[in-house]
């Protein structure tokens, strides 16, 4: 069963940094793409980074690229998104997942962008 936890929210100020980290277990991580996207209240998932099973490729949403990075530690089966520069745009739920449309995905955890 595929297991994944998302942790490292917070409530930050606008241009402030953050660093999201997502546990996975129950699959082969080092063989998959992983992806993170986000949820905001009231909308829809959205797409925002992938990186490839050797962390050699990764590609982003124009809106976040620049300011995001993707990476990987397939010894610790963990995902990361380092986020810097945020917005108040960029408040919403963040989930890991093993697929570009979001499912499956975990709990999700929750990023505030203060103005």
């Known amino acids: 069963e595929v297991r994944l936890v998302e942790s490292g929210g917070d409530l930050v100020q606008t241009a402030g940094s953050l660093r999201l980290s997502c546990a996975a277990s129950?699959?082969?991580?080092?063989?998959?793409?992983m992806h993170w996207v986000r949820q905001a209240a009231g909308q829809g998932l959205v797409w925002l980074a992938t990186i490839s099973p050797s962390g050699g490729d990764t590609f982003y949403r124009d809106s976040v690229k620049g300011r995001f990075t993707i990476s990987r530690d397939n010894a610790k089966a963990t995902l990361y998104l380092q986020m810097n520069s945020l917005k108040p745009d960029d408040t919403a739920v963040y989930y890991c997942?093993?697929?570009?449309?979001?499912?499956?995905r975990g709990q999700g955890t929750q990023v505030t962008v203060s103005s």
């Open positions: 997942s093993t697929s570009r449309g979001g499912s499956p």
């Open positions: 129950g699959f082969t991580f080092s063989a998959a793409y």
